[in-house]
């Protein structure tokens, strides 16, 4: 029966075709290709956003160093103004706790320092998009 409900003659029977066509095949490529962008998209956002909160706290340390520097810095002021008015004890505390927020500043910035130089490219993102690559140019060959 057709779809107006009118029998069909015996002698002519369709095959159902296996094969499909070559815009069944672009449209599938197209759905794989947009799925495939969307999910490197997401995968080099996810990576972006981890190595910037990463980066953030590489910061924070930074300005605490620089904040701890910049008080070293006035205490070591300090120091030399109390040595040239006093003869001995005041100076002399100002420029041990000048010298040890000195020593914490160079501490902050040192470890600052090695927290972002352990911050690396998108590795995943690269080797999923070199795989992908790899996988479509097989499959459009012949």
């Known amino acids: 029966m057709d779809i107006h409900g009118n029998e069909s003659s015996a002698g002519t029977s369709q095959e159902p075709s296996n094969r499909r066509t070559i815009g069944d095949i672009l449209k599938d490529i197209g759905s794989v290709l947009q799925q495939l962008i969307r999910s490197e998209v997401k ?33 070591l002021l300090l120091a030399v103004l109390f040595g040239l008015t006093l003869v001995l004890p005041a100076w002399l505390s100002a420029l041990i706790v000048g010298v040890a927020l000195l020593i914490c500043a160079a501490i902050g910035i040192a470890q600052a320092r090695r927290s972002l130089k352990s911050i690396h490219a998108p590795r995943k993102t690269i080797q999923t998009v070199k795989e992908d690559f790899q996988w479509m140019t097989e499959q459009l060959k012949p």
Request: hydrophobic fraction near 60%.
């Open 43 to 75: 995968l080099a956002k996810d990576e972006v956003l981890e190595a910037a909160r990463e980066a953030k706290a590489s910061a924070i340390l930074y300005a605490i160093g620089g904040v701890l520097g910049i008080f070293g810095i006035g205490f």
